[in-house]
């Protein structure tokens, strides 16, 4: 059975930093590419990131780049978000999210169960 | 940046009606288009992808079509269980969903 399990979320001040991390089971997690999508409290889904199975390619939307970086350890079958400056509108569950079969393209068959981020003062 | 528009906002509905969710996208995307069901709490979880194609375990009640820039998910006739929100996502450029369509009980 596929597993994602998001950690590392909390509460942040304004300007601060947070790792996330994703630890991944029961698929080749070395054969996806891998996302991170959030979810504003009450409010829709937004794409974050994304990399490709061994890391050479990472695209972000474009509010969160310079600020977040994605990497992944195909070793420790983990993926991760190290978000720096963050902002009172980084508040979100954060999901790790894989593509549903390899290089299927950016939609998501399998999702973890999210990290809430609360960034305040 | 492509965007995707979903209407309508919310949808009130009652159990056995038939239900159709509008996404239309800035530009053409082709086929890439995703559909996802969201519970209050949980995880989205995918319904169909590439516009029209069910995703394995769920329910043949729902469908998906369209292609270019307007894509339609209905469901044939609503069950107790469908009372959601619904996104749709564009992959053509990896990637952008909808705001949302929230079914709600009539």
């Known amino acids: 059975e596929v597993q994602l399990v998001e950690s590392g979320g909390g509460l942040v001040q304004p300007g601060g930093s947070l790792r996330l991390s994703c630890a991944a089971s029961g698929f080749s997690f070395s054969n996806y590419w891998m996302s991170w999508v959030r979810q504003a409290p009450g409010k829709g889904l937004e794409w974050v990131a994304n990399?490709?199975?061994?890391?050479?390619?990472?695209y972000y939307v474009d509010s969160v780049k310079g600020r977040f970086t994605i990497s992944r350890d195909n070793a420790k079958n983990s993926l991760y978000l190290q978000m720096d400056s963050l902002r009172a509108e980084d508040t979100a569950v954060y999901y790790c999210?894989?593509?549903?079969?390899?290089?299927?393209?950016?939609?998501?068959?399998?999702w973890g169960q999210g990290t809430l981020v609360t960034v305040s003062s | 940046d492509i965007q995707m528009t979903q209407s309508p906002s919310t949808l009130s509905a009652s159990v056995g009606d038939r239900v159709t969710i509008t996404c239309r996208a800035s530009q053409s995307i082709s086929s890439w288009l995703a559909w996802y069901q969201q519970k209050p709490g949980k995880a989205p979880k995918l319904l169909i992808y590439?516009?029209?194609s069910l995703e394995s375990g769920v329910p043949s009640r729902f469908s998906g079509s369209g292609s270019g820039t307007e894509f339609t998910l209905t469901i044939s006739s609503l069950q107790p269980d469908d009372f959601a929100t619904y996104y749709c996502q564009q992959y053509n450029s990896c990637s952008t969903f909808g705001q949302g369509t929230k079914v709600e009980i009539k």
């Open positions: 990399i490709k199975q061994d890391g050479s390619e990472k």
């Open positions: 999210a894989g593509e549903s079969a390899i290089n299927s393209g950016c939609y998501y068959g399998y």
């Open positions: 590439r516009a029209s």
